[in-house]
């Protein structure tokens, strides 16, 4: 079983639309969660922190789920913009940072 | 942006070259990592420069050298690649915190290896 797993997509979806993505991981131990955004040929960015209360920020939205190992992001009102590949990146203690394969996003007109 | 800078972006090279990347880092961070991102395959973590210490995964060949002269700079010395060493190279800096709790990483845009 892979550390990180997520689906890779891709998920194609209209504008305006909520999409969400789940991230499983393996390691119980997890600590902090993360997710990132890659555009294509470009480097990754982070997009938020997971906390364990859940955290929006704007149209985004995290949620971690301890209990069954999964982080979740939420896009709503889907943009043209958002259209990259989200990778979720779990940390299990000092520099063991995993980064799962991602998940493409293509938002259409 | 240019938090973090690599050179060069693109690089071509034979299997008995010998080549160096560069990374610097202008946002004051203390620790610096060497990424390998393969087709369609997750970020491997590569190495590790934070304070001074060294962490590298195991499963790194020692074709693939790093150094760390001082925090805001580290490259990569290749030599003798293979073909399957074909990826792109991030290098990435954050700010280690005390109690040793993750931060977040900031990528530089990269470095295209071709080895022919």
Known sequence: RKEVEQDPGPFNVPEGATVAFNCTYSNSASQSFFWYRQDCRKEPKLLMSVYSSGNEDGRFTAQLNRASQYISLLIRDSKLSDSATYLCVVNTGGFKTIFGAGTRLFVKA | ?116
Do not use: I
């Open chain 2, 1 to 116: 942006e240019t938090g973090v800078t690599q050179t060069p972006r693109h690089l071509v090279m034979g299997m008995t070259n010998k080549k160096s990347l560069k990374c610097e880092q202008h946002l004051g961070h203390n620790a610096m990592y060497w990424y390998k991102q393969s087709a369609k395959k997750p970020l491997e973590l590569m190495f590790v420069y934070s304070l001074e210490e060294r962490v590298e995964n195991n499963s790194v060949p020692s074709r693939f050298s790093p150094e760390c002269p001082n925090s805001s700079h580290l490259f990569l010395h290749l030599h003798t690649l293979q073909p399957e060493d074909s990826a792109l190279y991030l290098c990435a800096s954050s700010q280690r915190r005390a109690g040793d709790w993750p931060d977040t990483q900031y990528f530089g845009p990269g470095t295209r290896l071709t080895v022919l």
